[in-house]
């Protein structure tokens, strides 16, 4: 008896130590990684710089408070929680200014809030609510141009059908007609003032006239204005339309920029600036030398763009990757302190669910992911995290944030006028929000490893060139500051096996998939499954 249990005790010990033994030499994270087991203990780990997470806001179409169908600053005060849980530590508001039109982008009055939108009181708490939450908040700030309908212009149309025939514009006579570019001679560009032979620079549309930057009264309202907005609390500003100031003259522009820069910074040194200059990227990069902080970084967006080639199989991921290293150094040689600014869709592009013809979700997903582990301050624009369709019409770029499929659900929006009808692709925020696996949840688990590793947002990025193929791309971050990461992306739609061995980065700490499948990872060798995406650091 006495021996049967020494044997017995005997292969109990002996299982044990198999046990232990089969535990610790299975790799650190167990043979098999599941995204919410690997990712859960990640902590936020923010930053309070300028490397932020912006959420784009078309207020018209995100939340309705009080059921007129418009959104409004309440409504959207509403939902910060949401915008918060995400992750996002800035906000971007399309214009909020009064306008006659439902995108708002021609101003009739700079310094109010459009009545559609609320008061002043709604804006002052909208701040007040962000910064409680951690939250900035940059407004859009048109200074291209005007609507023909601001008080500037019609006085100064006013005062031009006065003047007879041949005689010159005198300022000392009514100061507005030299806040724009009247000229007898029309052309490309240019509007008619009906019944006159006086025409405007009009560069988008004869709605929008275009102002004299180079008017001593105009920048003085210019001044005025941006005082205005940081007296109220707003962050900073996304500058419109930054390669038009004076067409087709670039120095100019940066000039002007540097101006608007200043001029914001005199207010707030903290203050934030991002430009749209819809160009190549050798074009905007150049605009880096004004001093703003950001240039938004087009050659990424888009259907076209880098993000959307890689997954269509129009460049390769080794290709995608030395874009990414190549840019870093671009932007450096016009300004040490340029923080690149991310993004993918916009509110003038098509979305980003339409790129993909059949997708099921898988490159819709992965898109968003490349773009929140790019270096710098990363937007998404409204709806893209539900993976919301819209294109063709700007209008159809717009559409009501899908919160519900419900049109009463509280807090929808009826969308712009004119907005074709169409489904979306994907379900609703309230049919997403409690599934592991929607685009939704899959936007929440990107942003919690950016924030966990301050690294991915701020470092310098390198393309590990030996590993890297033409479906793998592995970029390393770094920077003086945080401890180092490697981000290992299988941009393909087949398993992918890399070995880790020859690298300085051995420790699995997060892990992104586009489903139910797992990352393995044991004897530094990574498995990932289609579109799998791995973090892992020293
Ligand atoms: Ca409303």
Redesign the pocket.
């Known amino acids: 008896m006495k021996h049967v249990l020494q044997k017995i005790l005997g292969v109990i010990v002996l299982l044990l130590a198999w046990i232990v033994y089969a535990l610790t030499n299975a790799g650190p994270s167990g043979p098999a990684s599941v995204m919410s087991d690997v990712n859960s203990g990640l902590q936020s780990a923010i930053v309070d710089d300028d490397y932020r997470t912006t959420y784009e806001v078309f207020v018209y179409s995100f939340a309705?408070?009080?059921?007129?169908?418009?959104?409004?600053l309440k409504?959207l005060t509403d939902r910060l929680d949401y915008i918060s849980d995400l992750g996002f530590n800035q906000i971007w508001l399309m214009p909020v200014c009064p306008s006659p039109t439902y995108h708002k982008y021609d101003v009739t009055d700079y310094m109010n809030i459009d009545p559609?939108y609320g008061t002043m009181e709604d804006y002052d708490r909208l701040i007040s609510e962000c910064h409680q939450r951690g939250i900035r908040v940059i407004i859009d700030l048109v200074l291209n141009h005007t609507s023909s309908q601001h008080p500037w212009f019609t006085e100064a149309v006013n005062y031009i059908r006065t003047l007879p025939v041949g005689s010159q514009i005198d300022a000392a006579e009514c100061p507005y007609a030299e806040y724009y570019n009247f000229t007898g001679n029309g052309g490309s560009g240019f509007a008619s003032v009906q019944g006159t032979g006086w025409y405007y620079e009009a560069r988008f549309w004869d709605g929008m006239p275009d102002l004299n930057l180079d008017n001593q009264a105009v920048r003085d309202e210019i001044d005025q204005i941006i005082g205005f907005w940081s007296e109220h609390g707003t962050d900073g500003f996304r500058l419109d339309a930054v390669t038009s100031y004076y067409t087709g003259n670039p120095d100019k522009n940066i000039g002007f920029l540097k101006w608007v820069n200043d001029t914001a910074n005199k207010y707030n040194p903290d203050s934030y600036i991002v430009c749209e200059g819809w160009e190549n990227q050798d074009s905007y990069a150049r605009y880096y030398a004004s001093g703003v902080d950001s240039m938004f970084d087009f050659a990424f967006a888009d259907a076209s763009g880098m993000i959307a080639k890689t997954l269509l199989g129009n460049c390769s991921a080794r290709d995608y990757g030395n874009a990414l290293e190549r840019e870093w150094q671009l932007f450096q040689s016009y300004q040490q302190t340029a923080v690149n600014a991310p993004f993918y869709t916009n509110h003038d592009m098509g979305r980003g669910a339409g790129y993909y013809a059949g997708d099921d979700g898988r490159k819709t997903k992965t898109a968003l992911a490349m773009n929140l582990f790019t270096t710098g301050n990363a937007f998404i624009y409204y709806g893209e995290e539900l993976g919301m369709k819209g294109s063709g019409k700007d209008e159809n770029k717009r559409a009501p944030m899908y919160w519900s499929t419900d049109a009463a659900y509280a807090g929808m929006?009826s969308g712009p006028p004119y907005m074709d009808a169409f489904e979306m692709k994907f379900p609703s925020y309230e049919e997403q929000k409690d599934d592991p696996y929607s685009i939704y949840n899959y936007v929440k688990q990107a942003m919690k490893i950016r924030n966990a590793f301050p690294v991915i947002a701020r470092g310098r990025t390198w393309v590990h060139q030996d590993l890297t193929t033409d479906q793998v791309c592995i970029l390393l971050k770094e920077d003086d500051e945080h401890a180092p990461c490697a981000i290992v992306m299988n941009l393909s739609d087949a398993e992918q096996t890399v070995n880790m061995s020859n690298t300085e980065f051995h420790q699995l700490k997060a892990v992104l998939t586009v489903n139910d499948t797992a990352v393995s990872y044991g004897n530094n060798t990574l498995v990932l499954p289609p579109y799998g995406i791995a973090v892992l650091t020293e």
């Open positions: 309705d408070s009080d059921s007129d169908g418009i959104g409004d409504g559609q929006t």
